[in-house]
């Protein structure tokens, strides 16, 4: 059967979009409260209106970007309480995948689950904040995958990027020591197939997360 080439492209040119106005969110380049006028993302992007359209529209519903039909369209600005509410959804839907999936994990899933911990570590004691929040977005994905809840996933990818603009604001803000104390907590629940250990670990780490963001 002959395969909708061109609805393909608009998929893939979306995604592109997406992608790339979302690292300009994320690193500063694109402000709070900067307009995103279509022919300026035409002319940036390089790609044709509607695909861009398609992007925002998926950027407006992850609150990373406001649009008021035949008024504006513009990046959101930094709401901390809304931050604080996507990082406890997170939580919740991380903590869910723990208490279902852990008990039928694999030698390999305990592999994978420990070289990102490492690396959560590493970025931790670096004082890398922007690698740090990217580490633990994939460390709370994986426990997800690993579960095979495709429903999670998807609400994890609706949710995530408005955790990530934690990045830049985080600096000076980790404990390398309370990372390296939860990290390995988790893996020793873990690797014991005890999913009601873990979802206290992590509960009682987001919390603390909340608390440090209380703060800023």
């Keep these: 059967m002959p395969m909708p080439t061109d609805h393909v492209a608009r998929i893939s040119l979306s995604d592109e979009a997406y992608v790339r106005i979302e690292a300009a969110i994320m690193d500063g380049t694109l402000e709070p409260g900067e307009r995103l006028r279509d022919s300026d993302l035409v002319e940036w992007l390089g790609i044709s209106r509607t695909p861009i359209r398609h992007a925002l529209d998926r950027l407006a519903e992850q609150g990373l970007v406001e649009m008021e039909r035949n008024r504006f369209t513009r990046v959101a600005a930094f709401d901390i309480v809304g931050v604080l509410e996507s990082v406890q959804v997170a939580g919740d839907l991380w903590a869910g995948a723990a208490l279902r999936g852990v008990s039928s994990w694999e030698d390999d899933d305990d592999d994978l689950i420990a070289d990102i911990q490492t690396e959560l570590v590493e970025a931790a004691t670096n004082d890398d904040t922007v690698r740090f929040i990217t580490i633990f977005e994939h460390l709370v994905v994986a426990f997800a995958r690993i579960e095979g809840n495709n429903v999670r996933i998807r609400t994890l990818g609706n949710v995530l990027p408005q955790v990530r603009r934690l990045g830049r604001k985080l600096h000076g803000r980790l ?22 250990a873990a979802v206290t670990l992590i509960n009682d780490y987001v919390t603390r997360i909340g608390d440090v963001l209380s703060g800023l």
Excluded at 175 to 196: S, Y
């Design 175 to 196: 404990d390398p020591l309370v990372v390296a104390r939860f990290t390995r907590e988790l893996r020793e629940a873990t690797t014991k197939r005890d999913g009601r």
